[in-house]
Nanobody, 116 residues
Framework: QVHLAESGGGLVQPGGSLRLSCAAS????????MRWYRQTPGKERELVAQ????????IYPDSVKGRFTSSRDNAKKTVYLQMNSLKPEDTAVYSC?????????WGQGTQVTVSS
């Protein structure tokens, strides 16, 4: 059974850091490009990180570039999102996404709240 489980969310002060994890099971993790998205009520889902199957190529939007870093461990079937210098506008539900040519899977998401 396919499963993506995010963890690591929580409440952090502005300027702080969090590391999200997304553990995968039920599919060949190393065959899938992994993405992190975030969403807040009333706004469209925003892609915040993409990492290639090997982990060599990463892509970030300008809104998080230089602050967020994604990595993956294919042996552990886990993708990470290191978030530094967090801002209140980073508050959202963060979800991981696995995509291949034929299939796409989503996790349930984890809440990140940046507030003093």
């Amino acid at each position: 059974q396919v499963h993506l489980a995010e963890s690591g969310g929580g409440l952090v002060q502005p300027g702080g850091s969090l590391r999200l994890s997304c553990a995968a099971s039920g599919f060949t993790f190393s065959d899938y490009v992994m993405r992190w998205y975030r969403q807040t009520p009333g706004k469209e889902r925003e892609l915040v990180a993409q990492i290639s199957t090997t982990g060599i190529v990463t892509i970030y939007p300008d809104s998080v570039k230089g602050r967020f870093t994604s990595s993956r461990d294919n042996a552990k079937k886990t993708v990470y999102l290191q978030m530094n210098s967090l801002k209140p506008e980073d508050t959202a539900v963060y979800s991981c996404n696995a995509r291949s040519a034929a299939w796409e899977y989503w996790g349930q998401g984890t809440q990140v709240t940046v507030s003093s």
